[in-house]
């Protein structure tokens, strides 16, 4: 019993969040816009501010213009916080001019103020909120001192602009404390998600257990440039790290457009799988497809002394283990036979080429082309019959 509130709460919330934000507006520029002709209506005609008691204009449809541009100001109010706000200020300015009868200011200005503060704009909310309050307590002061009128009736008339315009800036502040907050909260889903996979990381949040999966089948790719090591040491470090940002940034592309899972970066070695955390039945073709775009692209390139770069890429087919490592500076990696072998099929590999084992080359060879090149002798897993991939059949 005690979590249906909760529950019942949150439900709302989320309710009230799938609510478009014009629609939230437009409610929001009519209820202005009842409160208005509403508050123009009941003034009284002998006041004007509030404070002056003397004749005013009888309300005309000029009047009641000024509150409907008011109220429409409200519709520009999230693009525009500062243009509604100074908007209605002077439409405000202009109704007061004209003489109409005394309404309250802070009415038409309270979704004006409110939405300038919580964007930032502080200084012109604190100003103008400044402005329709110490103006009529200087007359009120005024009026006190050389006309010799009792002080209290007059702040009866002037305090309730200051309490609702003093309500309003609060508002204004817990709604830009809160949208602080999910901006933070955005930013922080952001950083998390450049390190997790999003159901991992969902997992991560809701629960402090050990994230390990096992998957019966995966694919897992290296790719490595060729003798860049070397060449680091002949360029400037800047220079070396905008060459890889570069070109990860591309493998990082294509790899989201795949649909598949980085893993890593390790010095100029880029790890990444198919398969994991959401099981596929196409990994292998998937971390193929992949591979010939990265030898393409990587052809297609040169390091900053305009030598061209070459890329060693090997890929495997078989069982892993993924999971989270650590708590601080995590990471989301893979273990397993399958892993190393991969590995291997990179360090072994040729420059330029593509090399697979013979189970993902089982897996593939009905839809792309291969040239086989025999047993090798891998380490820590002997001789090995292992196929270059050439392209799409």
Known sequence: MSTVGPRLRGRITTQLRRVPAWVVDVLLALALAVAITTAINTADPRELRGIVEEPA??????????????????????????????????????????????????????????????????????????????????????????????????????????????????????????????????????????VLPAPIAERLKRSDEVIADAYPEATVMFADLVDFTARSQRISPSEMVRTLDDLFTVFDRLADRHGLEKIKTIGDAYMVAAGIPDPRPDHAEAIADMALEVQAETAGRTDPEGEPLSVRIGIDTGPVVAGVIGRRKFIYDLWGDTVNTASRMETHGLPGRIQVTERTYRRLNSRYRFERRGPIDVKGRGEMVTYFLLDRA
């Open 57 to 194: 204009m009888p309300p005309d449809a000029f009047a009641y213009a000024i509150g409907a541009a008011i109220a429409a100001l409200v519709l520009i109010r999230r693009r525009w916080p500062l243009v509604s706000l100074l908007g209605s200020a002077a439409l405000v300015e202009v109704y007061y001019l004209v003489d109409y009868p005394g309404i309250f200011p802070a009415v038409p200005l309270s979704v004006a103020l409110a939405t300038a503060w919580a964007a930032g704009h502080l200084g012109w909310a604190l100003a103008i909120g400044t402005w329709f309050v110490v103006g009529p307590l200087g007359w009120v002061a005024y009026r006190t001192l050389f006309q010799g009128e009792a002080v209290v009736p007059l702040l009866g008339r002037v305090l309730p602009d200051a309490a609702m315009m003093a309500a309003v800036l609060l508002l204004g502040e817990a709604m830009r404390s809160r949208r602080a907050l999910e901006e933070e909260r955005e930013r922080s889903e952001r950083l998390l998600l450049n």
